[in-house]
């Protein structure tokens, strides 16, 4: 029985150590004042479930959204996924992230060529 636990664990950690790993260009946006968070996350999905949680219960997901928040409350704001990247087998995860970084920075400045305020 222990072995074949042993063989299990082995199977859930190759499929572990092989499963895609998706991380992506966030936004969060102020339909009142238009302005916008642009920022990496390594686990979009996962932003975005952070994002319906503070809306439910009204606290505020990023700091720097916090005086808007207060002011037109969390009803209007909305998270959008803006460009998903796929991780690399052999990509460390610093390597990873400083991609995804990368890819923010080129959408904060096509948001701001396009006049939209940025946090």
């Known amino acids: 029985m222990t072995m074949a636990r042993t063989e299990r664990e082995r199977a859930l950690l190759a499929a572990y150590k092989t499963r895609k790993v998706?991380?992506?260009?966030?936004?969060?946006r102020s339909t009142q004042t238009g302005r916008t968070l642009v920022y990496a996350a390594p686990n979009p999905e996962g932003q975005r479930?952070?994002?319906?949680?503070?809306v439910s219960?009204?606290?505020?997901?990023?700091?720097?959204?916090?005086?808007?928040?207060?002011?037109?409350?969390?009803?209007s704001f909305t998270f959008q996924?803006?460009?998903?990247?796929?991780?690399e087998p052999e990509q460390t995860e610093a390597a990873f992230r400083a991609d995804l970084e990368a890819l923010a920075e080129i959408w904060r400045e096509k948001l701001a060529e396009t006049g939209?305020?940025?946090y």
Do not use: H, K, M
């Open 49 to 54: 479930n952070r994002f319906r949680f503070s």
């Open 57 to 75: 219960t009204n606290t505020c997901v990023q700091a720097v959204l916090a005086a808007d928040w207060r002011r037109y409350g969390p009803e």
């Open 81 to 87: 996924v803006l460009e998903e990247l796929e991780r």
């Open 116 to 118: 939209t305020p940025l």
């Open 22 to 28: 998706v991380g992506g260009v966030c936004a969060i």
